[in-house]
């Protein structure tokens, strides 16, 4: 729908929503706190030209702290799909949110993000299509 490339990182099952969004997925078999020295990792951002990254899933204080937090260090521009980021200890939640937001990771939803990029599309179809894909 968008023509945007996801990597999933360790074991996921794929959604349906994300099968219908997803242009191409790479699967890749490392540990959520070490994919900034995978090459295969870094190498397919860089293909891409990548300026924008999403993370979601795994634990928030945890694998997506230090992944995003590595990604800002690498002069990326960092959000996070907070309705599909889990935490191990729901106190922390807020304090990894507050802790990222002071390097500019910015948390937002799947919903947001779709609508966000159909209407900067100026697509008027487009977003109609995603706005029915999400009731």
């Given at each position: 729908m968008?023509?945007v490339?996801?990597?999933?990182?360790g074991?996921?099952q794929?959604?349906?929503?994300m099968?219908?969004?997803?242009h191409s997925?790479?699967?890749?078999?490392?540990?959520?706190?070490?994919?900034?020295?995978d090459p295969r990792?870094?190498?397919n951002?860089?293909?891409?030209?990548?300026?924008?990254?999403?993370?979601?899933?795994?634990?928030?204080?945890?694998?997506?702290?230090?992944?995003?937090?590595?990604?800002v260090?690498?002069?990326?521009?960092?959000r996070l799909?907070?309705d599909?980021i889990?935490?191990?200890?729901?106190?922390?939640?807020?304090?990894?949110?507050?802790?990222?937001a002071?390097?500019?990771?910015?948390?937002?939803t799947?919903?947001?993000?779709?609508?966000e990029?159909?209407?900067?599309?100026h697509?008027?179809l487009?977003?109609?299509?995603?706005?029915?894909?999400?009731l």
């Amino acid at each position: 729908m968008f023509g945007v490339a996801s990597t999933v990182i360790g074991e996921c099952q794929p959604f349906e929503i994300m099968q219908k969004l997803v242009h191409s997925t790479t699967q890749l078999d490392v540990d959520a706190l070490s994919i900034w020295r995978d090459p295969r990792f870094t190498d397919n951002l860089a293909s891409r030209e990548t300026g924008i990254i999403f993370f979601g899933g795994g634990w928030l204080e945890e694998d997506i702290f230090i992944a995003a937090l590595q990604a800002v260090e690498r002069g990326y521009d960092v959000r996070l799909l907070s309705d599909l980021i889990a935490t191990r200890v729901d106190a922390d939640r807020s304090l990894a949110l507050d802790r990222m937001a002071l390097h500019g990771i910015l948390a937002t939803t799947v919903r947001q993000m779709l609508l966000e990029w159909a209407v900067c599309l100026h697509d008027p179809l487009l977003t109609q299509k995603v706005q029915q894909l999400l009731l």
